[in-house]
């Protein structure tokens, strides 16, 4: 270990310094160096290649779990202790997840559906039960809020939108994106806050026109919807956290980035049994139960 630490820092200080302080000669140094390596720390050493190669199409996000299914799938062989073990020597490391909070407004004359879920978030299929709420993003010119639409049996992000303001219509285009590009029968359940933006008029409108039955949580409770609140955790601790402040338009983009072509296609899920939603949903269709 000592030497190996002697030999990656090899660039940055002298190597008589470094083996003077972990009390190592530079004989025995240059002598390991030149030794033959062995199979064991040829195989550990390409594995670290591809654990890091890993780790950067992750976004630098994945842990030892993720990135073991990840190898996994791409057909490597190996345990998750010797992953979790070589991403410790190699210094990579997982993202820990921040909290954060969504701004509601719950204070309206609007009426309140039923809270049809009860904290049940499953879903035996596709467009059975989707799940929608609203957050909001810190730009160069104030604040972007975004409201997404989820898929509780894929965790499918299938709507959103962004827009300046907290208007009703930022709701309304996330589940007309939804609406379009699923085309769901009647009888889909869609779980909210009771927000403003999902109790007014013309949002209830949108539902009835298409069949669509409205649940909400109960007031102040941000459990009865913690799929939603997960993936803005999510979203803002592997997304935002790094982006600084950018203006609107470019955050648009990067928030399409992320949930498109990131989130929806690649990032591993847990609760998916470490697939993408994508895939999940080809592998369910492939395969009806």
């Not at 057909?75 to 991403?87: H, I, T």
Request: with cysteine.
């Amino acid at each position: 270990m000592r030497y190996r630490f002697v030999r990656q820092h090899a660039q940055q200080f002298p190597i008589s310094t470094m083996c003077r302080l972990l009390a190592v000669s530079p004989s025995g140094y240059y002598a390991w160096r030149t030794r033959p390596e062995s199979p064991t720390a040829r195989q550990n050493r390409l594995l670290t290649v591809r654990i890091k190669e890993v780790h950067a199409r992750s976004r630098r996000t994945y842990g030892r779990r993720r990135i073991h299914a990840q190898l996994r799938r791409e057909g490597v062989v190996c345990s998750r202790n010797r992953v979790g073990r070589l991403m410790r020597q190699a210094g990579v490391h997982g993202l820990r997840r921040r909290s954060f909070r969504a701004t509601t407004n719950s204070r309206h004359s609007f009426p309140a559906a039923p809270n049809l879920l009860a904290r049940n978030f499953t879903a035996t299929a596709p467009d059975q039960v989707w799940v929608t709420d609203i957050t909001y993003l810190a730009c160069a010119e104030g604040w972007a809020y975004l409201a997404t639409v989820m898929d509780l049996h894929s965790r499918r992000i299938v709507g959103w939108a962004m827009q300046s303001t907290l208007e009703c219509s930022l709701t309304r285009n996330a589940l007309e994106m939804a609406i379009s590009q699923r085309r769901p029968a009647p009888g889909l359940t869609l779980h909210s806050d009771r927000g403003i933006q999902y109790a007014c008029g013309d949002y209830r409108a949108l539902l009835d026109r298409h069949g669509l039955i409205p649940s909400m949580s109960r007031k102040g409770d941000v459990w009865d919807n913690a799929p939603k609140e997960s993936f803005f955790g999510t979203l803002k601790g592997e997304l935002v956290q790094h982006w600084g402040r950018p203006a609107r338009e470019q955050a648009r983009r990067q928030v399409f980035e992320y949930i498109e072509v990131f989130y929806n296609r690649q990032r591993l899920h847990s609760s998916l049994g470490y697939l993408p939603p994508v895939a999940f949903e080809a592998k369910t269709d492939t395969n009806p139960a």
